[in-house]
């Protein structure tokens, strides 16, 4: 069975997060949901997750997963609130440890946080499957912006994360901790090797040039079009290309509040004495 897809587009940060259901059944699942934050004013807010359930329910979807396909470093994640709202079980890639104890470590958390998933409900390995509705949500390791990322297929649908852009944007930087271009290139070709009409959905988008903010794309348009690894472009080349742009990249602007949630399963440290929650900026390190 192919699902139906709404994709929810984060202005601020560029994001995209995705509703997906078996429209028979009104099943579904929700994907990289993302929690307001004001960077100037440290506040976070819930209105977008807030719109999103409030789509969910006006379209009388059941939800049965939250799911993330890596630890952003670009958004927060609103995983936790959706799980408080809904009840429902979260989950995340089984390599998703390796990048919690490289950030403990950069913001040298103490104890009270472990590196190793049990801010999530489920890890998620190569090959796993999961049934939502007459759904099946197949699980693809797709290492290579991080070492945890992962690629959800489900029927003619591939929700890819930050693994690919639209073709007129290429492809994730790899120059984060983790990341690596080679790898990066095996996953893309690995995603660029099902079936042509296969859609395959962005969780970001730039708008490059003036166009239309597009998030949907298919494995014919990357293989064709990609400007970074259409068919054509071996790993070497790749790899060269990749290494020399990330050079040239800035940090994405919400990475150091972003990451230290993301790792907590979109959760907020804990508050100090005074009743206040504060994040970290680790200076000189990133």
Same mark, same amino acid.
């Given at each position: 069975?192919?699902?139906?897809?709404?994709?929810?587009?984060? $202005?601020?940060?560029?994001?995209?997060?995705? =509703?997906? %259901?078996?429209?028979?059944?009104?099943?579904?699942?929700?994907?990289?949901?993302?929690?307001?934050?004001?960077?100037?004013?440290?506040?976070?807010?819930?209105?977008?997750?807030?719109? =999103?359930?409030?789509?969910?329910?006006?379209?009388?979807?059941? #939800?049965?997963?939250?799911?993330?396909?890596?630890?952003?470093?670009?958004?927060?994640?609103?995983?936790?609130?959706?799980?408080?709202?809904?009840?429902?079980?979260?989950? #995340?890639?089984?390599?998703?440890?390796?990048?919690?104890?490289?950030?403990?470590?950069?913001?040298?958390?103490?104890?009270?946080?472990?590196?190793?998933?049990?801010?999530?409900? &489920?890890?998620?390995?190569?090959? /796993?499957?999961?049934?939502?509705?007459?759904?099946?949500? /197949?699980?693809?390791?797709?290492?290579?912006?991080?070492?945890?990322? #992962?690629?959800?297929?489900?029927?003619?649908?591939?929700?890819?994360?930050?693994?690919?852009?639209?073709?007129?944007?290429?492809?994730?930087?790899?120059? %984060?901790?983790?990341?690596?271009?080679?790898?990066?290139?095996?996953?893309?070709? &690995?995603?660029?090797?099902?079936?042509?009409?296969?859609?395959?959905?962005?969780?970001?988008?730039?708008?490059?040039?003036?166009?239309?903010?597009?998030?949907?794309?298919?494995?014919?348009?990357?293989?064709?079009?990609?400007?970074?690894? $259409?068919?054509?472009?071996?790993?070497?080349?790749?790899?060269?290309?990749?290494?020399?742009?990330? $050079?040239?990249?800035?940090?994405?602007?919400?990475?150091?509040?972003?990451?230290?949630?993301?790792? &907590?399963?979109?959760?907020?440290?804990?508050?100090?004495?005074?009743?206040?929650?504060?994040? $970290?900026?680790?200076?000189? &390190?990133?």
């Amino acid at each position: 069975m192919n699902p139906e897809v709404v994709g929810y587009f984060h $202005k601020p940060t560029f994001s995209v997060s995705y =509703l997906v %259901f078996d429209p028979v059944a009104r099943r579904g699942l929700i994907i990289d949901p993302i929690l307001d934050y004001d960077h100037r004013s440290g506040h976070t807010s819930t209105g977008f997750a807030d719109a =999103l359930l409030e789509d969910v329910r006006r379209r009388g979807i059941a #939800i049965d997963w939250l799911l993330e396909t890596h630890i952003h470093a670009d958004h927060l994640s609103a995983q936790a609130y959706l799980k408080e709202k809904l009840g429902v079980p979260t989950a #995340i890639g089984a390599s998703a440890p390796i990048v919690q104890a490289t950030f403990k470590a950069i913001y040298n958390l103490g104890a009270e946080f472990a590196p190793d998933g049990s801010q999530y409900d &489920r890890l998620l390995g190569e090959g /796993e499957v999961l049934a939502v509705g007459g759904l099946a949500v /197949e699980v693809m390791a797709t290492p290579g912006h991080t070492p945890a990322c #992962i690629s959800y297929r489900i029927g003619d649908a591939v929700f890819h994360g930050d693994t690919l852009f639209m073709p007129d944007y290429g492809t994730a930087r790899c120059d %984060f901790p983790g990341g690596d271009a080679a790898t990066l290139y095996r996953s893309v070709r &690995r995603i660029l090797s099902l079936p042509p009409e296969t859609r395959l959905f962005n969780c970001h988008d730039y708008g490059p040039n003036g166009r239309a903010f597009a998030w949907e794309t298919t494995v014919a348009a990357q293989r064709r079009d990609n400007i970074h690894i $259409k068919d054509g472009i071996d790993e070497a080349a790749f790899v060269a290309m990749r290494r020399s742009r990330d $050079k040239t990249l800035e940090a994405p602007v919400l990475i150091l509040p972003a990451l230290q949630v993301n790792i &907590r399963g979109g959760r907020l440290p804990a508050p100090e004495s005074n009743g206040t929650v504060y994040l $970290k900026i680790p200076l000189n &390190r990133i």
